[in-house]
């Protein structure tokens, strides 16, 4: 079996978390969309598209402290690689 190959992009900041983020979101009645979530799924959709292995991911979670206190929020790319 041939060995499963890619690229991990981890990218993490000490904001209030992606949760938190979307409740005050909701709380409150922006003007502002912000697309920077929808256009990168719909990016990763369109390298997606035809694949049936090697899929591009993005996982979008809180970073929580030993007290499950939220300090942050981690976004997690896995690239597939591939050679040209």
């Known amino acids: ?26 709380d409150k009645n922006k003007s502002h969309t912000s697309l920077a979530t929808v256009i990168a799924n719909e990016r990763i959709d369109i390298f997606n ?11 979008i979670d809180d970073i929580k402290d030993i007290d499950r206190k939220v ?8 690239i597939p690689y591939r050679e040209l």
């Open 71 to 78: 300090k942050g929020t981690k976004v997690k790319f896995i």
């Open 49 to 59: 598209k035809g694949r049936k292995k090697k899929q591009f991911i993005m996982e």
């Open 1 to 26: 079996m041939a060995e499963q190959k890619s690229v991990l992009l981890i990218v993490e900041d000490n904001g209030i978390g992606i949760k938190t983020s979307k409740k005050l979101k909701n």
